[in-house]
């Protein structure tokens, strides 16, 4: 499974960007997460969705602020990201795997990164 992100940018604080992700590859069913590396930091769950039920999870820090979503048929994953905070700039990265972990060991696949940065 090849994982492509897209879609990062610069972007004011309280503004919005959607993120995409398309898999290629072999047929995958599982769930389908974003991650994000902030600089000096390490890399951090931020959502998850399940691509076959569609129930999905997120991370404190963005709940109520960011909505994952996939269309199957269009193999994509996007992930809106609304009211944006400079603390929200990083590289984001999506992920795929079987297990619905909050854990990045525990996703398989995963694409190169978007860069997204929140200038206040």
């Known amino acids: 499974v090849q994982l492509q992100a897209s879609g990062g940018g610069l972007v004011q604080a309280g503004g919005s960007l959607t993120l995409s992700c398309v898999a290629s590859?072999?047929?995958?069913?599982?769930?389908m997460g974003w991650f994000r590396q902030a600089p000096g930091k390490g890399r951090e769950f931020v959502a998850i969705i399940n691509r076959s039920s569609g129930s999905a999870s997120y991370a404190d820090s963005v709940e109520g602020r960011f909505t994952i979503s996939r269309d199957n048929a269009k193999h994509t994953v996007y992930l809106q990201m609304n009211s944006l905070k400079a603390e929200d700039t990083a590289v984001y990265y999506c992920?795929?795997?079987?297990?619905?972990?909050?854990?990045?060991?525990?996703?398989?696949?995963w694409g190169q990164g978007t860069q997204v940065t929140v200038s206040s």
């Open positions: 590859g072999r047929t995958f069913s599982g769930y």
């Open positions: 992920a795929a795997g079987l297990g619905g972990s909050y854990q990045e060991v525990d996703y398989d696949f």
